[in-house]
């Protein structure tokens, strides 16, 4: 009898260790979801948000797999997105379209099944052994879908309790939604509503950026000063909404010579400032010459009165890399702004329709 229950004591002693193990690591876990839910809801821009996602999710939950779907229903996402050159390995996929992903209403777990979305090709589900798929929702519109995978078949299982996914899936919709309104509102600030083009605002900001950037890197910055000729003629004679219709088609003409790094912004008015780093005097003066043609030579088409013909007086200067160097960037910036704007009041003094190159570029030539 005494052995019996000396046996029967051990056996309940050992339960109990265990159901306590099993009740610490639970508790871990939680902690660590939570401080994982913590810094999303403390990241402001994608990458880190989608850093935690894609890769400390990964690693912190010990899953095989962990993959995004997006829903870009508005266009504007993928523009957020590339706007911070992502690592291209990341597991992620915009969807223009969410109509694959409206059946999913709550957490999906299991083996992965013919019955996943199509959308999710993208993420090699046939290797995993289970996963969980995890409907991202703005009230009852999907926004997108996060992919816990495992290449252990228990790690979820149908059975399983979904509260603490759920949650995940709530917090990650609400932060995504977060970053992307934040992401908007950033971008209003910085653009010209008219042409769509970047605003003095962020020229400015930018400007000092890139003086620093030509320190680092040891090259040139030029800066060109661009106006459309007589304007002031289109509006009188064809109205304000056509003068805006033509600074836009303007706009468009010039953007058209830019490279991806340059910058082409809305200075106020009809004058527009382009930025052009690491460019050769010749190759200034080749670009500059080639959009001052393009406007001249394509009029802007009207909807109803045929079409309006309009040339741009343009002011150049480069600063070269050792010109003023150690120098505080605001004044190199000053600098460079000012030779730009002399440079295209001669262009209009001169007789409009030209491009005049300032004296700080002619002796940048010499170095
Ligand atoms: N439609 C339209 N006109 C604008 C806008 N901003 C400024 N303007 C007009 O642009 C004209 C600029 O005129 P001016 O600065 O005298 O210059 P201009 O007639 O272009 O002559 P030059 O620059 O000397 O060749 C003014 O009539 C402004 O009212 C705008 O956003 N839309």
């Not at 260790?17 to 839910?37: C, F, G, H, P, Y």
């Not at 915009?94 to 993208?122: N, Q």
């Not at 309104?181 to 209003?188: C, F, K, Q």
């Not at 003095?200 to 910055?221: P, S, T, V």
């Amino acid at each position: 009898m005494e052995r019996h229950l000396a046996t029967e004591k051990q056996w309940l002693r050992t339960r109990l260790e265990s159901l306590i193990d099993a009740a610490r690591e639970t508790e871990q876990k939680l902690n660590r979801l939570a401080a994982l839910e913590l810094r999303l809801l403390e990241a402001h821009e994608f990458p880190a948000v989608l850093g935690i996602l894609l890769e400390d999710l990964k690693t912190g939950f010990d899953l095989d797999q962990v993959a995004l779907v997006l829903c870009d229903d508005q266009n504007d996402l993928q523009t957020a997105l590339e706007s911070h050159s992502l690592p291209e390995h990341w597991p992620l996929r915009l969807i223009a379209d969410p109509a694959p992903l409206r059946p999913l209403r709550e957490p999906t777990l299991g083996s992965p099944g013919d019955d996943d979305p199509h959308v999710l090709d993208f993420c090699g589900m046939k290797k995993l052994s289970s996963r969980a798929l995890l409907p991202l929702r703005r009230g009852t519109d999907p926004i997108g879908l996060l992919v816990l995978g495992s290449c252990r078949a228990e790690r979820y299982s149908t059975d399983q309790d979904t509260y603490l996914l759920k949650r995940l899936a709530a917090v990650v919709s609400v932060c995504l939604q977060n970053t992307l309104s934040a992401w908007r509102l950033r971008e209003i600030g910085v653009t010209d509503p008219l042409t769509g083009m970047r605003n003095r605002r962020f020229f400015d900001q930018r400007l000092q950026d890139e003086i620093l950037r030509m320190e680092r890197e040891g090259h040139a910055l030029a800066c060109l000063f661009v106006d459309i000729d007589h304007f002031k003629r289109v509006n009188d004679d064809h109205g304000h909404a056509t003068g805006d219709h033509v600074i836009t088609a303007v706009a468009q003409r010039l953007a058209h010579h830019l490279r991806r790094f340059d910058l082409l912004a809305r200075y106020g008015g009809e004058e527009f400032v382009i930025l052009l780093p690491a460019l050769e005097p010749a190759e200034i003066h080749a670009v500059a010459e080639r959009m001052r043609h393009q406007v001249e030579a394509t009029p802007v088409p009207m909807d109803q009165e045929g079409e309006i013909h309009v040339t741009v007086s343009i002011g150049a200067a480069r600063l070269p890399p050792r010109l003023l160097k150690g120098k505080p960037p605001e004044q190199r910036a000053r600098a460079l702004l000012n030779a730009a704007d002399q440079a295209l009041l001669q262009a209009k003094e001169s007789g409009r329709n030209r491009l005049v190159i300032s004296q700080e570029f002619r002796d940048a030539r010499l170095t």
